[in-house]
């Protein structure tokens, strides 16, 4: 078994997989199996299964990208910079990588919100969160609060699509297109 507390090894390797290989395409059998767990203490930490792994996978995920884009985004001193600085360290991480840790729950959510509410709900959450995020970024570099909640949505948007095509390129590439294009999007 990984070092660790049982139920972190099963969350984080659940999210992993969750992460590679979607949620259909993840058995409990193969969690139990890379993490190295015992079956029992899967169903002790998670007695409601593959979804409350998921769920508590997502929230994982949530607050990792979460705190790290609050990292980000205090670095710099316009908005401009700020959001590029943010997008090219996501985009650092794409290079050369077949599956990003930690970075996107995106497969998820398109895979199972309109098949699992408790997961469609987690997903809405975490992504609420990073749009708020976006938006007191904004506002702290003077934009008026509605232009700021639009435009977390269209950045939030963009960083999930360009995610997409990093991760299926294995290069950061798409981000830094997002992020050399940012400028226009960001004009006062």
Same mark, same amino acid.
């Given at each position: 078994? #990984? #070092? *660790?507390?049982?139920?972190?090894v099963i969350l984080h390797t659940a999210s992993e997989l969750f992460q590679r290989q979607g949620y259909h395409g993840t058995g409990l059998n193969q969690i139990i199996e890379k993490s190295g767990a015992p079956k029992g203490s899967l169903y002790y930490h998670f007695?409601? *299964?593959k979804e409350e792994i998921a769920i508590e996978a997502i929230k @994982?995920?949530?607050h990792h990208i979460l705190e790290s884009a609050r990292e980000d985004l205090s670095e710099k001193?316009?908005?401009? /910079?700020a959001f590029q600085h943010h997008?090219? #360290?996501?985009a650092d991480v794409f290079d050369g990588k077949a599956c990003v840790d930690g970075l996107q729950i995106g @497969?998820?959510?398109? /895979?199972m919100a309109s098949s699992h509410e408790s997961i469609r709900l987690v997903c809405q959450s975490a !992504? /609420?969160?990073w749009q708020t @995020? !976006?938006?007191e970024c904004l506002q702290r570099f003077d934009f008026e609060t509605e232009r700021a909640k639009e435009l977390a949505v269209v950045i939030n948007s963009l960083l999930e699509g360009a995610s997409i095509l990093a991760q299926t390129n294995e290069s950061g590439w798409p981000l830094r297109a997002v992020a050399k294009q940012l400028p226009a999007l960001l004009v006062h």
């Open positions: 078994m #990984k #070092k *660790g507390n049982t139920r972190d007695p409601n *299964g @994982l995920m949530g001193d316009t908005a401009i /910079e997008v090219a #360290k996501i @497969l998820i959510a398109s /895979e !992504y /609420e969160n @995020l !976006y938006t």
